[in-house]
Structures are given as structure tokens and as C-alpha cells.
């Protein structure tokens, strides 16, 4: 249940950054925003970044805050860089739009998975 928590909250931050980050925009096609590419984007990310302590605790990679904390800046940082380059319906179109939405997302993503992570080891 903790996984679909921290995947809802993920999806949800990169949702709502697209949409109020400055520099960030939303392609419209006839007056209408282009909800499913914004939708889409954020489903990844927030899949990507929920899942970055199950992976490291799947492929038995001894899963460490220092570890997530740098796996999860790269996928923020790379999947608003990418979206920076490519135009996939939403756009990062300054460095600002890349540099808040991707600290805001690696922030909620870093504390989720180390929810996580504190989780498990209080298991054990």
C-alpha cells in the first residue's frame, strides 16, 4: 500500500509542477490543453521515482539514502531536461522550468522513498 501512496504523490507533484512551475508550458491545440502527454509524462516520472527503492531492494543493491538521493536527482533532473530538448506536449522552456521543477519533484520523490527505506528497516 506504502508503494501506491508514494507513486499517487509522485505522479501528482510532477502533475501539478507542470502546470504552476514558471517556465513551464503546456502545448494547446485549438484552445484545448493537451492533458494526455502532460498525463503521460507525469506517469512516468512518478513511476520512475516511486520506484527507486524497490529496485535497489529487488536487485539486493543494499539501498542507502545517499543511493536514492542521487538516483532520484537524476531522474528528475533528466526527465526535465528531456522535456526541455523534446517537445512532448509539455515543455520545459527556460532553465528556471528545469531547475524548480526538478528540485521540487527530486524533493518529494527523496522524502517518499525514504519513507520507504525507514520503513523496511524498522521492519527488519
Not at 63 to 90: D, E, R
Amino acid at each position: 500500500m506504502n508503494y501506491l501512496r508514494s507513486f499517487f504523490l509522485n505522479f501528482l507533484t510532477v502533475f501539478f509542477i507542470d502546470r504552476m512551475a514558471p517556465g513551464m508550458k503546456i502545448a494547446y491545440y485549438e484552445q484545448v490543453p493537451n492533458i494526455g502527454a502532460d498525463i503521460l509524462f507525469s506517469l512516468i516520472v512518478g513511476l520512475l521515482n516511486a520506484s527507486v527503492f524497490f529496485f535497489l531492494y529487488i536487485l539486493d543493491l543494499n539501498p542507502t539514502k545517499l543511493k536514492i538521493g542521487v538516483l532520484t536527482f537524476i531522474i528528475s533532473y533528466a526527465s526535465f531536461i528531456f522535456i526541455a530538448i523534446f517537445s512532448l506536449g509539455v515543455r520545459a522552456e527556460s532553465a528556471v522550468g528545469v531547475i524548480v521543477g526538478g528540485g521540487i519533484v527530486w524533493i518529494v520523490a527523496l522524502i517518499t522513498n525514504v519513507m520507504e527505506f525507514n520503513r523496511d528497516k524498522n521492519l527488519k
